[in-house]
C-alpha cells in the first residue's frame, strides 16, 4: 500500500449522494487542482462536473476515492477500486464492527475486497488536507488552506469536525479520522504524517489503544524525524478486575499504564481538547521546550497572580539575577519593581520604544520561555490600536534575544485569530487561556524532557495472546523463596507445627519474631498475623490462637528499624501485558492508592523516578528527623522483580511484595510478606532463569 497517492492525489473518485457532493464543494473551496470524478447511477452532472455511471466507466485509475454509500454496496465498490489499480478508498459507511456480529461478517468481507488497496475506515469522515485541498470528508469543515502545519489524528469523526472549527488560530496540515481502523490503524497514521516535511507536530484524540509495540515504533520514527506528539486520551476510568488474593492490580488501571506509555515514549498527555490546542501551537510555532523556566511580563499584577496558580511543579518562574535586576531598575519607572514576574504597570502603555527596553532587558535573563500578557479589546467593538505598543514592543525583544516567546491572553475570547496569525508569522506563538496555555506549556517542556532520554527498549506485552486463565497460588514460603533466587532480600524465617516447634523456632532465631499463619490471604484482615513476639509464652499463645486458621506456621525474624513500607508488585494489562506496581506499603496500601506504574522493560533511572512520585517520597529522605531510607536497594529489588518477568513474561500472573521494608541508607530492604500467582499453563520458552527458580523453590 503507498500513502503518496492518498496525500498527493491528482485525481479523485466520489461515489453517493449529499455526503460526496460535500466532498467534491469543499474540494473547490480548498482551491483542489486536481480531476474530480462523480460517481452516481442516475445524475449527469454534479457541481459542473459530469457523472460516471460505474467504476468501469471511469476515465483512469484513480489515487484516492471516496465511498460514501451504504455498506453493502461499499464492499462491491471498493472490491472494483482495488481491482482497477485504485491508490486508496476513505469508506464513510457505518454498519461494520461496531454494529455487532452481522457488522463484523461485513468488516472481514470489506477487507478481502481490499486487496492491495489502501482503506480507510470505515465508519469514517475521512481526510483533510489542508497542504493540497484534497478534501476526502463529508461535512463542512473550518479550516484554512497552509503551508505548513500540524496533522491531527482522531478516533471520532466528530471532535474531528468540531476541532477544524476552532478559533484559536491553529494551522492545521492534514486531519485524519480514523475509524475502524480496519487497514490502518493510529501507529501507520503517525509513522505517515511523522515523514511529511511539512507536518512540524502530531496532534492525538485517542479513545482505544493500538498495540503498544507497533505505537512505540511509530512514536520512535517521529522522534528521531523531530516531529514532537501531543495525546488527549479519553476513558479515565479503572480496569474492571476481580482480584483473590492480591493487592497489585487493584492500584493502577488501564488510564494509568496509558499515562506509563505516553511518557515512556516522550507523547506528552494533555487532558482538554482546548490544552491539545494550545500545545499544539506551541510545538508548532517554538518546538519542544529545554525547561520549564517561565518569564512572565504583564501590565497587571492580577494577571500575573493567576498565571503563577495556574503553574503546577514542572514550572517556575524564577527570580531574576541581581545582574538583571540592577539593570532592569535603572530604567523602569521608580514605582515598577525589577522582579520576575514582572509588572510593567501602564506608565509607558503604547510607548513601543521603552517597552521594548523593558521587555530587553527583562529577556536578557536565562528563561526557557518568555510570555507577555495581553488581553485584546474585541475587533467588532472597541479599537485595538493602543496594544500594538506592548505587542510590538515584546515581538522586537524576542526577535533581538533570539529566544522564545508567547503572548498569552488569559481567556480564549480575548485574543483573536488575526491576531495569532499576524504573531506567529514573526515566531511569536499565542496561548489562548491561562489553564489551557500552561498546558500547553508544560506539554512542550514534557517532550523535550522526553527526548533528552535515551530511546526506551521495546515492551513487554502480550498484545493478541490468550493465556490459560487456571493458575497457581504459591504460599508466603513458596514465593518468598522465588524470590531469594533472584536476590530479594527475605527475613531468616521457619516453617513449623504446634506450639513446640514454634517456639523452638523463635528461640533458634533470635527474639523479637513474627508469627503467621500459612496459607491465609490477606492474612492481617483475619488476625493471622502476630508481630514483635518477645518471648516463649507470646509465641506459643499466638500459634494457639491461629490454629483455627492454619495448620502450618512461619515463624520470621523480626525486622527491625523500618524506615518507610512500599509494596512492589507484579499484575497483567491485556494490552500491555505484565507491568510493576509501586506504592506506599502496608496495611492501608488499596485505602491511600498511592502508587506508580512501570512497564517492562524498565531502568533503574525510571525506577527511582517513578519512586520520587509517590506521595510518601517524604518518608525516604528522613522524614522529620528519621534517617533516608535505602533506596538504591529498594530499587535493586523492584529491578529484581522485573527481570523475574523477563526471564519468563507468561509466568507470573500476580505478585505482591507488601510491605517491602526500607532500612535506613546502607542497611538494605527486607521483603517482609509476599505472594505470588502463576499460570498454570506450561510456559513455551525454553528453559530459563525462572524455571530454575520455581523447581528450587519447591526443593
Known amino acids: 500500500m503507498s500513502i503518496e497517492r492518498l496525500l498527493e492525489p ?17 474540494s473547490d473551496l480548498m482551491g483542489y487542482k486536481g480531476e474530480i470524478w462523480p460517481v452516481h447511477p442516475k445524475k449527469t452532472e454534479i457541481l459542473g462536473r459530469t457523472v460516471y455511471r460505474s467504476v468501469a466507466d471511469l476515465p483512469g485509475s484513480p489515487d484516492a476515492a471516496y465511498v460514501g454509500v451504504n455498506c453493502h454496496l461499499t464492499i462491491d465498490i471498493v472490491r472494483e477500486l482495488a481491482a482497477i489499480g485504485t491508490g486508496s478508498a476513505v469508506c464513510f459507511a457505518t454498519g461494520y464492527s461496531e454494529a455487532g456480529e452481522e457488522g463484523i461478517e461485513l468488516e472481514e468481507q470489506l477487507l478481502e475486497a481490499s486487496g492491495d488497496m489502501l482503506l480507510i475506515g470505515p465508519n469514517t469522515y475521512g ?8 478534501m476526502l470528508w463529508p461535512d463542512q469543515q473550518g479550516s484554512r488552506r497552509v503551508d505548513e502545519g500540524v496533522a491531527i489524528i482522531t478516533m471520532s469523526s466528530n471532535v474531528g469536525f468540531n476541532l477544524t472549527m476552532q478559533r484559536r488560530g491553529l494551522p492545521i496540515a492534514y486531519m485524519m479520522s480514523l475509524g475502524n481502523r480496519l487497514k490502518f490503524d493510529l501507529h501507520d497514521a503517525i509513522d505517515t504524517f511523522a515523514r511529511q516535511d511539512r507536518v512540524t507536530a502530531i496532534g492525538l484524540y485517542v479513545e482505544a489503544m493500538p498495540e503498544p509495540k507497533a505505537l512505540q515504533e511509530a512514536v520512535n520514527i517521529a522522534r528521531k524525524l523531530g516531529k514532537p506528539i501531543v495525546a488527549i486520551k479519553t476513558g479515565r476510568s479503572e480496569i474492571g478486575r476481580k482480584m483473590v488474593v492480591s493487592h497489585t492490580a487493584s492500584l493502577a488501571g488501564s488510564d494509568t499504564l496509558v499515562s506509563a506509555l505516553f511518557e515512556r515514549l516522550g507523547i506528552a498527555r494533555v487532558g482538554t481538547l482546548e490544552a491539545l490546542i494550545e500545545a499544539l501551537k506551541v510545538l508548532h510555532v517554538l518546538g519542544p521546550l529545554k525547561g520549564g523556566r517561565i518569564g512572565a511580563m504583564s501590565s497587571s499584577g492580577g494577571d500575573l497572580t493567576l498565571l503563577a496558580d495556574a503553574m503546577g511543579p514542572g514550572l517556575t518562574m524564577p527570580p531574576l539575577s541581581a545582574e538583571i535586576t540592577k539593570r532592569l531598575d535603572e530604567i523602569v519607572h521608580e514605582r515598577i519593581m525589577a522582579a520576575n514576574p514582572f509588572d510593567y504597570q501602564m506608565f509607558d502603555w503604547n510607548d513601543e520604544v521603552r517597552l521594548t527596553e523593558y521587555f530587553s532587558t527583562f529577556l536578557s535573563e536565562d528563561f526557557d520561555v518568555s510570555l507577555c500578557l495581553l488581553d485584546y479589546p474585541r475587533e467588532d467593538l472597541c479599537d485595538q490600536s493602543t496594544w500594538g505598543g506592548a505587542e510590538r514592543g515584546f515581538v522586537r525583544a524576542i526577535q533581538q534575544s533570539g529566544t522564545k516567546g508567547a503572548i498569552l491572553a488569559t481567556f480564549s475570547d480575548t485574543i483573536s485569530e488575526s491576531v495569532t496569525s499576524r504573531l506567529m508569522k514573526e515566531g511569536i506563538a499565542t496561548l489562548a487561556g491561562i489553564d489551557a496555555g500552561v498546558a500547553g506549556i508544560q506539554a512542550a517542556v514534557d517532550v523535550d524532557a522526553a527526548w533528552r532520554q535515551p530511546l526506551k527498549p521495546p515492551l513487554l506485552t502480550s498484545f493478541g495472546q490468550q493465556r490459560d486463565s487456571s493458575v497457581k497460588v504459591l504460599d508466603e514460603v513458596e514465593s518468598k523463596a522465588l524470590l531469594d533466587w533472584y536476590g530479594v532480600p527475605i527475613p531468616a524465617a521457619r516453617v513449623v507445627r504446634g506450639a513446640g516447634e514454634a517456639t523452638a523456632a523463635a528461640r533458634e532465631l533470635g527474639y523479637p519474631v513474627v508469627v503467621k499463619a500459612l496459607g491465609v490471604a490477606h492474612k492481617t484482615d483475619v488476625g ?27 515463624i520470621e525474624k523480626m525486622v527491625i528499624g523500618a524506615v518507610a513500607e512500599l509494596i512492589v508488585g507484579v499484575a497483567r494489562d491485556e494490552q500491555f501485558g505484565p507491568y510493576i506496581v509501586i506504592g506506599g506499603g502496608g496495611i ?112
Not at 10 to 26: L, N, P, T, Y
Not at 127 to 134: D, E, I, Q, R
Open 588 to 699: 492501608l496500601v488499596e485505602l491511600m492508592k498511592d502508587s506508580a506504574s512501570l512497564l517492562i522493560p524498565t531502568s533503574r533511572q525510571q525506577v527511582l523516578h517513578a519512586l520520587g512520585t509517590l506521595n510518601c517520597e517524604p518518608l525516604f529522605s528522613g522524614f522529620r528527623g528519621s534517617p533516608p531510607a535505602d533506596l538504591n536497594a529498594a530499587a535493586d529489588v523492584i529491578l529484581a522483580v522485573a527481570e523475574m518477568v523477563e526471564d519468563d513474561p507468561s509466568a507470573i500472573v500476580e505478585l505482591d511484595i507488601n510491605p517491602l521494608i526500607l532500612l535506613e541508607e546502607g542497611r538494605g530492604v527486607v521483603a517482609a510478606d509476599a505472594l505470588i500467582v502463576l499460570s498454570a499453563e506450561p510456559s513455551s520458552e525454553p528453559v530459563s532463569k525462572f524455571k530454575l527458580a520455581k523447581e528450587k523453590s519447591h526443593e
Open 528 to 554: 493471622g498475623v502476630r508481630l514483635n513476639l518477645g518471648s516463649v509464652d507470646e509465641v506459643s499463645a499466638a500459634v494457639e490462637e491461629m490454629s483455627g486458621l492454619s495448620d502450618s506456621y512461619l
Open 10 to 26: 491528482c485525481s479523485i473518485a466520489v461515489f453517493g449522494g449529499a455526503q460526496a457532493q460535500e466532498v467534491i464543494r469543499q
Open 127 to 134: 481526510l483533510l488536507n489542508y497542504l493540497n485541498g484534497a
